[in-house]
Nanobody
Framework: QVQLVESGGGLVQAGGSLRLSCKAS????????MGWYRQAPGKQRELVAG???????DYVDSVKGRFTISRDNAKNTVYLQMTSLKPEDTAVYYC???????????WGQGTQVTVSS
């Protein structure tokens, strides 16, 4: 059974930084591309960033240059370093496989990121 546990969220002022972590279990982590997704109140969940098994990355335009996705296969963990945060980044952040059509695992509880202006 796949389990995804996100952590690292919090309340931060605009311009601040946070580092999110997602530990995966129950999957062969190293062969899976992984992504970070977010869902803001009243909006659909959207892909924020993805990283392939080989380390290639992709980002939604709104976070390019501010967010960095990385992975540690030895720890079955994917990270999202977020800098220059904006109020519009406020959302619950989740991880799962990437791209979205590959998702078969249940979503974790997510981690709340709140950016105050």
């Amino acid at each position: 059974q796949v389990q995804l546990v996100e952590s690292g969220g919090g309340l931060v002022q605009a311009g601040g930084s946070l580092r999110l972590s997602c530990k995966a279990s129950g999957i062969i982590f190293s062969v899976n591309a992984m992504g970070w997704y977010r869902q803001a109140p009243g909006k659909q969940r959207e892909l924020v960033a993805g990283i392939t098994r080989f380390g290639s990355t992709d980002y939604v335009d709104s976070v390019k240059g501010r967010f960095t996705i990385s992975r540690d296969n030895a720890k079955n963990t994917v990270y999202l370093q977020m800098t220059s945060l904006k109020p519009e980044d406020t959302a619950v952040y989740y991880c799962n496989t990437f791209p979205q059509y590959t998702i078969t695992a249940d979503w974790g509880q997510g981690t709340q990121v709140t950016v105050s202006s």
